[in-house]
């Protein structure tokens, strides 16, 4: 049984509408004599510990944030980006399961909008319904319905990003697990797998490691938890891999967290004390199994799920973004915070932060600043009244904007180009005039259209981050005005 000094997620038994006898951290149990202490520990005696009310699924802007969610930026990235949210994304949980009834998920039959697929490869089946708890606890911080406990509000970090239940229990079913990840990863575009290994891999590599490098080469962002033994204990694996992210925790001060483990391993932290999750707690004798929400959940688990979530985001900002580029934005996008137990200095998870130094490394250096028609970046044509370009990026949330002029009333030639696929769609291409106003609604793949002198402007939108590059030329047939600016895209 892992207990608590050793066990990569706790939590305090202190539950929505009672309390637990014993008060004391779950532990995670790895065989059914196990399991069945650890569910006689969770006796519901009747005592209000604090009230809980869930809600319909809604994104929250000016709500009553939680402690975690203001000390990793979450209240701020919802403000700023309200549009990232996981679209038209998955991530794996290989974990202990989901509970897919509850309502953080919309309490609905596997599958569901949330849970969108998984399978148990501990009981060898389809249904990957949690008998524990920890990965319930995790699929809520990363892509949850909104919640309330305490008076305090909740959600996922990436709201509508689907997510897939891999249940496993060893070294073997985290390998089967994997092995899953890598056959279906382009049929559900998968961009993140949050690890938990229970039994953890110690110093040496694990059975799975050529999985994590297959993943890892394709381009999936992994992250799992350093664990929860303090700073005199190593990281081991899978943490200590190189193609993974290792999460160490934050405490309810936003300080470095005793009991998190740290080292090399260690790449960035996120808040691991007095976590809000949705909880589900097996059935206990004549006591019905509960599905509720507790806010003091405690651990490392619960710091990489967050970070899992911000990767998705990321990914979502430019899907071309690898692993390393990925670590890289998490941790100069950090706050620093230094381990008083050895003076080194870790980042700390600012999801906003993370999201506007991502849309910067993202954006093609040749348009940054051509967010709308009044800014908009001049074709530089050349003498004979052309433009083309074949490297232009297409982000979430940041229409591109291109402006022209002709002297004189003529045919003028466009044509874009754009590969699209299931998760990228080709993009929505306008012609407005100089003040912005739309005058034509969707240009397409381009055509022919007869202006008069003056000043147009080319915008180029998309619902999502577009994988490849788009291409544009415009072709003024001798009417166009040569700008004397460089062309910035």
């Known amino acids: 049984m892992f207990c608590p000094n050793d066990a990569v997620g706790m939590v305090l038994l202190s539950v929505a509408g009672m309390c637990w006898r014993n008060a004391m951290p779950i532990c995670f149990a790895e065989d059914d004599d196990q399991k069945a202490t650890m569910k006689a520990l969770l006796t519901p005696c009747m005592h209000s510990a604090f009230c809980m009310e869930a809600l319909e699924s ?83 911080l990363i892509g949850g319905n909104f919640f309330q406990v305490n008076g305090y509000d909740y959600q996922g970090i990436a709201q509508n990003i689907g997510m897939i239940a891999l249940r496993q229990d060893s070294g073997a079913t985290i390998k089967q697990s994997l092995d899953w990840v890598i056959v279906n990863q382009s049929k559900y575009n998968i961009q993140v797998v949050n690890l ?38 190593p990281i081991g694996y899978p943490a200590a891999s190189p193609y993974v992210c290792g999460v160490g925790g934050l405490d309810q001060y936003g300080n470095f967290d005793a009991s998190s483990q740290t080292g090399p391993a260690c790449s960035i932290l996120a808040p691991a004390s007095n976590i809000a999750i949705a909880l589900y707690l097996p059935a206990s004798g004549s006591t019905p199994a509960q599905i509720t929400y507790v806010n003091y959940a405690q651990g490392t688990s619960w710091s990489s799920a967050q970070v899992a979530a911000a990767a998705a985001i990321i990914k979502q900002i430019n899907p071309n973004f690898t692993p390393p580029q990925i670590i890289q934005i998490l941790q100069q996008s950090g706050r620093p915070v230094v ?44 003498r004979s009244g052309t433009y083309a370009n074949s490297q232009l990026k297409v982000l979430i ?24 696929s299931h998760f990228n769609p080709f993009p929505t291409t306008q012609l407005l005039n100089s003040n912005g106003r739309r005058m034509l609604a969707n240009l397409g793949t381009g055509g022919t259209q007869t202006l008069a002198a003056g000043t147009y402007v080319i915008k180029l939108h998309s619902a999502v981050s577009l994988k490849g590059y788009v291409s544009m030329s415009v072709n003024t047939n001798g009417a166009g005005a040569i700008s004397p600016a460089r062309a910035r895209g």
């Not at 700023?80 to 974990?95: H, M, Q, R, T």
């Not at 600012?350 to 040749?366: M, S, V, Y």
């Not at 949330?397 to 030639?413: E, I, K, M, Q, W």
Request: a negative charge; aromatic letters at 12%; charged letters at 15%.
């Open 58 to 140: 809604r994104q929250l802007l000016s709500y009553n944030w939680g402690p975690q969610a203001i000390m990793d930026q979450q209240d701020q990235l919802v403000a700023d980006f309200p549009y990232l949210d996981g679209s038209n994304e998955a991530i794996a949980l290989v974990d202990s399961g989901v509970d897919y009834n509850h309502p953080v998920f919309g309490d609905a039959e596997f599958p569901n909008s949330k849970i969108i697929a998984g399978w148990n490869f501990v009981d060898n089946n389809a249904d990957p319904m949690d008998e524990l708890f920890h990965g319930t606890g995790v699929a809520g």
């Open 196 to 233: 938990t290994d229970f039994q953890g891999g110690g110093a040496s590599p694990t059975v799975y490691q050529t999985e994590l490098q297959t993943l890892y080469n394709m381009g999936v962002f992994i992250c799992t938890p350093v664990g929860n033994s303090g700073a005199s204990a």
């Open 339 to 382: 381990d008083s137990a050895n003076g080194v200095t870790y980042p700390a998870l600012q999801l906003d932060a993370a999201a506007k130094l991502a849309f910067q490394e993202a954006e093609d250096p040749l348009d940054a600043n051509n967010r709308s028609a009044a800014t908009a970046a001049p074709l530089q044509l050349t």
């Open 397 to 420: 949330g940041h229409d591109d904007y291109y402006s022209f002029s002709l002297t004189r009333t003529g045919n003028v030639n466009f044509a874009f180009g754009y590969r699209p």
